[in-house]
C-alpha cells in the first residue's frame, strides 16, 4: 500500500487498514444547569430513547460519528438534533471503550461536558429521542474508608426510580484531583451512562469549587 507525503514523496505502509477490526465511534454530551454555581438543585438534561437498545431508558444525548467529521462536530450535531439545544460550548471529558459496554458491537464513545447557569434552557426532542428532559440529580455520600468513597446517584424523584451507585477513589498520586469510578448498581440509565453521569458531576464539583 502506497500514500504520498504532504512533501510528495511515497510512503511505503507495510500493512492494510482492511486487516485490522475498527470500532465505530460516538459522541456522548453531559449537560448541566446550575443556579449560582452551586451543586444544590442542579439538572441534567437527558433523553428517553425510542429504539432498543435500552428502549425507554434515559441516556445522555449522543450518537454516531460520521466519516465526514470531527468527533467534536458530531457532539454539537447530536444534542441540537436529539435537544434542539446548540452554540453551547463542549469541553470533552473522558473516553469510555471498555469491551462489551455496547450489545451492538465495539464502540467507543468520547464524552463532553457543558453547563449553562439560571434557568434551564427550553429542549425539544427529535431524531432518536422519545422525550427530552431536565432532571434534578443529586449525588450523596454513603460510606467513606480510607481513600474510598461510596456515593448514590439519584436522578428526578425517588418514585422515578432512576439511581445509580459507585465507588469512587484516587486514581493516582502525580495527577491529584483525578477520580476514579466503578459502578456497583444502576437502575433505569441506558448503556454505561451511569459511570458517564458520574465523572460529569465530580467535574462540576470541581470546577464548581474554583
Keep these: 500500500m502506497k500514500n504520498r507525503e504532504d512533501n510528495g514523496n511515497q510512503l511505503k505502509l507495510d500493512y492494510k487498514l ?4 475498527r470500532p465505530s465511534v460516538t459522541a456522548d454530551i453531559l449537560v448541566f444547569s446550575v443556579k449560582e454555581r452551586s451543586l444544590e438543585g442542579m439538572k441534567l438534561l437527558l433523553i428517553r430513547r425510542k429504539h432498543d437498545p435500552f428502549g425507554g431508558c434515559l441516556a445522555l444525548p449522543g450518537g454516531f460519528v460520521n466519516p465526514d467529521e470531527t468527533v467534536d462536530h458530531a457532539a454539537m450535531r ?3 438534533e436529539e435537544t434542539a439545544l446548540k452554540g453551547l460550548k463542549l469541553i470533552q471529558l473522558r473516553t469510555f471503550s471498555k469491551p462489551g459496554r455496547d450489545p451492538r ?3 467507543i464513545t468520547q464524552t463532553f461536558i457543558a453547563a449553562v447557569e439560571g434557568e434551564p434552557y427550553s429542549v425539544r426532542a427529535g431524531d432518536d429521542a422519545k422525550d427530552a428532559e ?3 440529580i443529586k449525588m450523596d455520600l454513603i460510606s467513606e474508608e480510607n481513600a474510598e468513597q461510596v456515593y448514590r446517584l439519584i436522578i428526578g424523584e425517588e418514585k422515578d426510580n432512576i439511581h445509580a451507585e459507585a465507588s469512587v477513589t484516587a486514581e493516582g498520586d502525580i495527577f491529584k484531583g483525578k477520580k476514579c469510578v466503578d459502578i456497583i448498581d444502576s437502575e433505569g440509565l441506558a448503556f454505561d451512562h451511569a459511570e458517564m ?3 460529569g458531576v465530580l467535574e462540576m464539583k470541581r470546577t464548581l469549587k474554583n
Design 105 to 107: 458491537g465495539w464502540v
Design 134 to 136: 431536565w432532571y434534578e
Design 18 to 21: 482492511s486487516d485490522y477490526e
Design 197 to 199: 453521569i458520574f465523572y
Design 78 to 80: 447530536e444534542l441540537e
